[in-house]
C-alpha cells in the first residue's frame, strides 16, 4: 500500500483514501437595493481538506493514533499544526494545517472497519503570509515617515 497522506512526516493509512480540497473565496453584496450583481471582495479564506477512508478493524492501533494526532497541541496550548503530504495538498500550496471541525470513526459492521473523516484546515497560507508581508511593508514606511519627519 501506498502512502499518500503525511502528517508531519507520519504515514497515516487509510484504505480507499480521498482527499478533497475546498477554498472559500470571501465577498459581500455591495450592490444595496439595485439589481446589480456587484460584491465586495472580502479575502482568501484558507483551504480546507477533507479527509475520508476505511480503516480495518485489525489496524486500531492506526485509529488510536489517529485520534492522538488529531489531540496534539503546540506548546501554547492551541492545536497542533502539521505539516502535510499529499499530492492534492501541494497542488494548493497547503503546507500547514491543523484539525479543524470534527473527526469521525464511524463502524462499518459489513465491512468490518470504521469509515473514518477529518477536516484540516491550512494554517500560515500563502493569502496569509502575503497580507502580512503588506502589513509589515506599510508598518516600516510608516516608521520610516516618522522618522525623517522628526529629524527635518
Not at 497522506?5 to 484504505?15: P, S
Not at 460584491?39 to 477533507?50: C, F, N, R, S, Y
Not at 492501533?61 to 492534492?88: C, M, P, W, Y
Request: glycine fraction near 6%.
Amino acid at each position: 500500500m501506498s502512502v499518500q497522506l503525511t502528517l508531519d512526516g507520519e504515514a497515516v493509512h487509510l484504505d480507499n483514501l480521498t482527499v478533497s480540497v475546498s477554498a472559500n473565496f470571501a465577498d459581500e453584496d455591495a450592490s444595496g437595493k439595485s439589481s446589480q450583481a456587484i460584491t465586495a471582495e472580502t479575502g482568501t479564506k484558507p483551504v480546507e481538506l477533507k479527509v475520508t477512508g476505511r480503516l480495518s478493524y485489525t489496524n486500531e492501533r492506526q485509529a488510536v493514533r489517529l485520534v492522538e494526532l488529531s489531540r496534539q497541541k503546540a506548546t501554547d496550548g492551541s492545536r497542533h499544526a502539521f505539516r502535510i503530504g499529499n499530492a492534492t495538498a501541494r497542488v494548493v500550496k497547503c503546507r500547514l494545517a491543523k484539525f479543524a471541525g470534527q473527526l469521525s470513526l464511524t463502524e462499518q459492521t459489513t465491512l468490518h472497519a470504521w469509515q473514518v473523516s477529518f477536516t484540516l484546515r491550512e494554517v500560515k497560507s500563502v493569502a496569509e503570509q502575503q497580507e502580512q508581508r503588506s502589513q509589515n511593508t506599510q508598518a516600516f514606511d510608516q516608521a520610516l515617515a516618522q522618522s525623517e519627519g522628526a529629524s527635518l
